[in-house]
């Protein structure tokens, strides 16, 4: 399974960006696809997650009512809608695919990787 991701670009705080993850090849075997970010000097964050079949979706704390995730199964494309951007969510944005079933918000539970794409949100 390839992952590409894009989309990323600056912003100021308050505004809005939306991510697209492309996915090909094997994709029958993706459970889910989650969202995680990483600021400088920080661990790589758990942003949120989409089962792919039913399209339920969850999110850590801090992006709740701000993101919003969703698919399109025909183009097999994950976005991730960020609203009301805080300086605070500055970081590469990475989309991952998970082959198990039982995946939570560990990116050890992720198979497949995209390469992650720059957000900054100025103040």
């Known amino acids: 399974v390839q992952l590409q991701a894009f989309g990323g670009g600056l912003v100021q705080a308050g505004g809005s960006l939306t991510l697209s993850c492309a996915a090909s090849g094997g994709t029958f075997s993706i459970v889910a696809m989650g969202w995680f970010r990483q600021a400088p000097g920080k661990e790589r964050e758990y942003v949120g997650r989409i089962i792919w079949s039913a399209g339920s979706t969850y999110y850590t704390d801090s992006v709740k009512g701000r993101f919003t995730i969703s698919r399109d199964n025909v183009k097999n494309t994950v976005y991730l809608q960020m609203n009301s951007l805080k300086p605070e969510d500055t970081a590469v944005y990475y989309c991952?695919?998970?082959?198990?079933?039982?995946?939570?918000?560990?990116?050890?539970?992720?198979?497949?990787w995209g390469q992650g794409t720059q957000v900054t949100v100025s103040s």
């Open positions: 991952a695919a998970s082959k198990s079933k039982f995946v939570r918000s560990g990116w050890n539970q992720y198979h497949y």
